[in-house]
């Protein structure tokens, strides 16, 4: 009968041989790879540090020039500013709440601040107050008077000592809006203003032959 019998691990190996302790050849594989591997990463990550230090510490190297950053709002006083609210008939009335409900919170740098009497058909804006009032009767320009369309609406401006007042001459419903000398020129103030005056007050009557939509 043949004997089957193994052998001890390792004995097939030719080191086993000449009775030389074997080594761990997996092991040191293994080994090896993670050294290997380890030198792979820690070098780009040495070049990288030092690149890094060497941009930092270059004389020639200019400072960063610093990022754009958001126009803060001017500082302005919390106290309602005092506005007329006359009574008006219903179509208006609905209008107006209509353009006063969509109005922003800012225009450009001015905050919206409380107003004394009909919020629902009035509004103001920073210190000294930008006013914006809707109802009323509409001007009749001379017809020589400059009048002017920014964005879709066109507006007759009266300059007064103290303020540019710009009325809307095509809308059902007039929309006027005081701008204090501080804030000129005038116009770019009406821009954000008639966005509003578009989507929320219709149009109507005969606009002068000076504007265009």
Not at 69 to 88: C, D, G, I, N
Not at 102 to 117: E, F, I
Not at 150 to 159: E, G, H, L, S
Not at 192 to 198: L, N, T, Y
Request: proline share 13%.
């Amino acid at each position: 009968m043949d004997e089957i019998t193994s052998s001890p691990p390792g004995t097939d190996r030719p080191d086993a041989a000449d009775g030389k302790t074997p080594g761990p050849p997996d092991r040191d594989r293994t080994t090896r790879s993670a050294a290997l591997l380890a030198t792979l990463v820690a070098v780009p990550v040495a070049l990288a540090v030092a690149g890094f230090a060497f941009v930092k510490l270059s004389p020639d190297t200019p400072a960063a020039e610093p990022g754009p950053s958001a126009t803060s709002a001017r500082p302005q006083s919390a106290t309602p500013v005092e506005m007329a609210a006359p009574k008006l008939a219903e179509r208006p009335e609905t209008v107006c709440r209509a353009l006063t409900s969509q109005l922003p919170s800012t225009v450009r740098d001015l905050r919206q601040r409380p107003v004394t009497a009909g919020p629902e058909q009035n509004a103001a804006y920073g210190d000294p107050a930008l006013t914006i009032a809707c109802g009323g009767t509409e001007p009749v320009p001379e017809q020589t008077a400059d009048v002017w369309t920014v964005n879709r609406v066109c507006w007759y401006a009266v300059d007064g000592p103290d303020a540019t007042v710009l009325t809307t001459l095509d809308r059902e419903t007039p929309v006027r809006v005081t701008i204090p000398r501080t804030y000129e020129p005038a116009l770019q103030w009406v821009s954000p203003i008639s966005d509003v005056v578009v989507a929320s007050v219709p149009s109507g009557g005969d606009a002068p032959s000076g504007c265009t939509r």
